[in-house]
């Protein structure tokens, strides 16, 4: 008698991962939005200390800066 074979679940679709992401973050009391900055928001952010200069035109670096900056201004009154 032969062994029945394992079957492994399909892989999710990217659509399928995209909506559990949503929902994680909605869970944690997360939204996901998309924002323009201007460059004069950027020299801020470099003069707070909170962006290298040679970041400037890093995305990321520039997000982690913007949420530096929500944490020592709003994370106050939260």
């Known amino acids: ?3 029945p074979l ?3 679940p399909a892989p999710r679709s990217a659509g399928a991962l995209r909506m ?3 929902r994680k973050r ?3 009391g997360l939204r996901c939005l998309r924002i323009e900055i201007r460059e004069s928001e950027i020299d ?3 003069e707070l200390g909170l962006l290298r200069n040679d970041a400037r ?7 982690s800066a ?4 929500f944490d020592r201004t709003l994370g106050r009154i939260m």
């Open 66 to 69: 913007v949420y530096a900056f």
């Open 20 to 22: 559990a992401r949503h």
């Open 44 to 46: 801020a952010l470099i």
């Open 26 to 28: 909605r869970c944690d």
């Open 57 to 63: 035109r890093d995305r990321n670096a520039i997000l």
């Open 1 to 3: 008698m032969s062994e």
């Open 6 to 8: 394992s079957v492994l």
